[in-house]
């Protein structure tokens, strides 16, 4: 069997991209699928989650196995029949760390597999990915810059300006720049080699 999913960006605009991808394919193939379909950049890390009908995240299922134990449950040890038991089950989908990528996948219908096609493949495109990940509120607070890591803009907003009001002229007025001590003891003996 043939599950259709379709996978959507969380932006402001619409985009989505339909994937078919067979029942006995694992979360990780369904990974690359989404890689493919909205030409997702790198090698980053990435999650499924499982997710109930209001998109609420549930247990993440990892691309790598990041417990203590080294036994968790990773992409490819999930099939899709598990990850999305009958129509309409849901599954969010995270790709990136600095710049996050969000997606909410949702099974459409089980259709027949089709003879000479490499699944997973992407069936229906509807808007233009943007070049970088979009933003949760869909803006940029108002600032104007863009930034991967904006919890630092706000760290450092001020920090030139803290160092222009800031003199470092010669704080140390008992220390003479211009006069060179001499006379350190230094006593080196000399080795005899006879």
Known sequence: MVYKIRVILDAKDTIF?????????????LHLGIKSAFSLPGEELSSFYFSDDEWNEGNAVPLEDMSDEGDGEIMSDVYLNEGFPAVGSKMRFQY???????????LLEINDEKPAVNYPITVYRFG???????????NDNGKGKKSAMPFM????DDFDAEF????????????????EE??????FEEDDED
């Not at 233009?128 to 869909?138: I, R, Y």
């Not at 803009?153 to 450092?156: E, L």
């Open 153 to 156: 803009d706000d760290d450092f």
């Open 182 to 187: 001499t006379g350190y003891n230094d006593v």
């Open 164 to 179: 222009k009001e800031t003199s470092f002229e010669d704080e140390d007025d008992d220390y003479n720049d211009d006069e």
């Open 128 to 138: 233009n990915v943007p070049l970088k990940a979009p933003s949760k509120s869909g």
């Open 17 to 29: 991209r339909d994937i078919e991808i067979k029942d006995k394919q694992t979360l990780w193939n």
């Open 96 to 106: 990136g760390f600095i710049d996050l990528w969000e997606f909410f996948c949702e």
